[in-house]
């Protein structure tokens, strides 16, 4: 496709903002103006063929908060009868039919009371890929560790927490995640744009009847309410921003 100019990119992102800034949610309730760009292939074209003309927009809306019920810990269902992705595919890219292909297992996991489903490596099934459509991570040893993997989306979240987690006194691994160190881990949590994390309290892996729990007190471990609360309090601007993130429009 089509790459979009950085500059034409941000620029459209600040004008749709400006132009909706009557649809920004109140500070404090929570809410946020979700912005989601898409660029699509809209040329003349019969046949099935890369298009020759794109369309790009960014459209905004609000959303109350992602957590109903607080920032608590979520039950996760490992996968293995159904892959999201495969290496070298569309998978580290954005696009809808990822979504399409995680819905087999989102539904199976649904079904058997949890949240969400862990994907593993469609090759060995031994390595951990993604949370249904969220990136994977986990605490040991004072240490984010975060997949690495040629099937999964690089996400500006996972990004931002890690280096968050350094800022905080973390070190951080990208690495292939063995899903037999399931047990050695401290905490573990999934994250992306909504959520930003979903803190997780007990992965069960349904086939091999093993249950590995993160938070037996039923709270968010320490490092991720943490990492939580300093990126959250960056993005609503409580805290100060060490990174050069923020950008403040002065026409709202």
Known sequence: MAQVDDKLFFDMVKKVVELNADFIPPYGTGASLYIRPLLYGSGAKVGVHPADEYTFLIFVTPVGPYFKEGFNPVKIAIIRDSDRAAPLGTGTMKVGG?????????????????????????????????????NFFAIKDNTYITPKSTSILPSITNKSLEEVAKYIGLKVERRPVDVAELPTFEEAGACGTAAVISPIGEIVDIDENKHYVYCPDGKPGKWSTKMYETLVGIQYGDIPDPFGWITILENI
């Open 98 to 134: 990822n979504y399409a292909a995680s819905f087999r297992g989102l539904e199976k996991a649904h079904e058997a009371g949890y949240g969400s489903p862990m994907y593993l490596d469609c090759r060995e099934k031994k390595y951990i890929d993604e949370i249904g459509a969220a």
